[in-house]
């Protein structure tokens, strides 16, 4: 027959190894679970390419919508103005003192400051004349194609604040025989503000 005293005392040893054992396979449980946080079992490459997306998407949406790109040479010194008004992406034609551009192309160098008089006809200045159809054509093309940018004949004036008004005129003139009836000058904004 077995003792009480022997049972009494093996209850309270029994409680105890299983709480060790419990403890110990707790520990190895979150010693796995931190060696198992270390190290990347799969890429899923699905979630970073909608990261990549979006981001791409923001960054375009960001370029596009801040201030219309215009590249003036140096010897372009546009007037200073307080507005506030933000340029929009247009045909652009700039006016140097040596030369009238269409974007970036020279259409024309002038001389002496002045158009050179085989190159007019009456306030129409030819090779102007020539490419502003161009661009006028390929937006009316886009227009066409896509209902989103439609063609608004708008055109940005990039001269040099010295510029003759009556060279000014003269460009108008020719941009608006090729409906680009609607201008807007670029001018440089006062510091501070």
Do not use: H, W
Not at 8 to 35: F, G, M
Not at 115 to 143: C, S
């Amino acid at each position: 027959m077995a003792d009480p005293t022997t049972s009494a005392v093996n209850t309270p040893d029994a409680e105890a190894v299983a709480r060790l054992s419990y403890r110990r396979a707790l520990a190895r449980k979150k010693r796995k679970e931190r060696e198992a946080a270390g190290e990347i079992k799969e890429l899923n490459i699905t979630a970073m390419m909608d990261m990549m997306t979006i981001l791409l998407v923001f960054l375009l949406k960001s370029f596009a919508s801040s201030s219309a790109a215009v590249t003036a040479s140096e010897d372009v010194r546009p007037p200073v103005s307080s507005t506030r008004a933000t340029p929009k992406d247009t045909v652009a034609v700039t006016i140097t003192p040596r030369n009238v551009l269409v974007g970036e192309r020279e259409v024309l160098r002038l001389q002496n400051g002045q158009f050179p008089a085989d190159m007019l006809q009456g306030r129409l200045v030819l090779p102007l004349d020539a490419q502003l159809k161009k661009e006028v054509e390929k937006l009316k093309y886009i227009a066409a194609r896509n209902p989103s940018a439609p063609f608004s004949g708008e055109l940005s004036v990039i001269a040099d604040k010295k510029i003759p008004y009556d060279m000014l005129l003269t460009v108008l003139y020719t941009a608006g025989q090729n409906e680009l009836e609607n201008y807007r000058f670029v001018v440089l904004q006062k510091e501070g503000e």
